[in-house]
Structures are given as C-alpha cells and as structure tokens.
C-alpha cells in the first residue's frame, strides 16, 4: 500500500509543479492547459467511479482556467488522500464496476485503477512539456525519482 500511496503523493507533487509553471509562462500556452484540466478531469472521473457514483454527467474534456485547476487539483488530491490511506490489502484488490460515458459497463481492480490513474496524468504531463519546449519555453521535470529525492 505505501507504493500506491506514493505514487499518488508523486501525481499530486508533480501537478503542482505543472500548474505553477503554466502559470508563469510568458505566453499562455492553450494545448497545455487543456491537457492539464484533462488530466485533473480524468482524476475526478476515476475518484468519483472508486466511490462507487456514477461518473456519466461528468466532463473529461473541458477547458477549464487555472484557477478552476488549481481548486479542482486540490479537490482531487484531499479526495485521493483520503481514499488510498483508508485501503487495505485486501480492499485494494476488489473489483470495481463502473460504466464509461458511453454507458459502457467495466470491471478493474482498485489497485489496477489507482495505477491507471497515475500513469495517465504521466503521460499528459510529458505531452505538456513537450508542448512547452515546442514553444521555446523550459519544460518542468516530474520525474517520480526526483520527487523521492526532493522528499528524502
């Protein structure tokens, strides 16, 4: 369980440092930002689909301004805190059923879902800094072993 715990302490350090730097850009950088609320969208989905709710009314693409991302990143964040400490072993393994916007049903594990969680907001977040050295700005590193130093 620490593992998971930390990667979701990594996601949330590594928003943030993608946040701060959108916004202190020279030029706004709109492809970046949309991805940014993409990924914050997507953890809110996911959050929402771990509660046992229902995840259809809610947005996966959507521009949202920074300041929107930054209260919806503080959301996700208390959100999955709250809900990773709680998980036990034997929890983590449980199967979830949820439906997608289509209305299409699924079934993942817990665990399978917290680690899609966070290897897809990697992934965005790589996207985004490969749009900001496009735009000869400094892409921001977020790598999980910086992180762990940074903690140490």
């Keep these: 369980m620490k593992s998971i715990q930390s990667m979701f302490d990594h996601l949330h350090w590594a928003n943030v440092r993608i946040i701060n730097t959108l916004l202190t850009l020279n030029e706004p950088n709109k492809q970046a930002e949309t991805l940014f609320s993409h990924i914050l969208l997507a953890e809110r989905v996911w959050i929402t689909r771990l509660m046992e709710k229902s995840s259809s009314q809610l947005p996966i693409w959507s521009d949202l301004s920074l300041e929107d991302c930054n209260e919806l990143l503080q959301e996700n964040h208390t959100h999955y805190r709250s809900y990773v400490t709680r998980l036990t072993e034997l ?19 817990i665990r399978d879902i917290l680690v899609h969680v966070a290897l897809h907001g990697q992934y965005h977040r790589g996207q985004i800094n490969l749009l900001l050295r496009n735009n000869d700005e400094e892409p921001i590193a977020t790598d999980y072993i910086l992180y762990k130093r940074e903690k140490e």
């Design 91 to 109: 929890e983590i393994e449980k199967t979830v059923t949820y439906k997608n916007s289509r209305g299409e049903e699924f079934h993942n594990t």
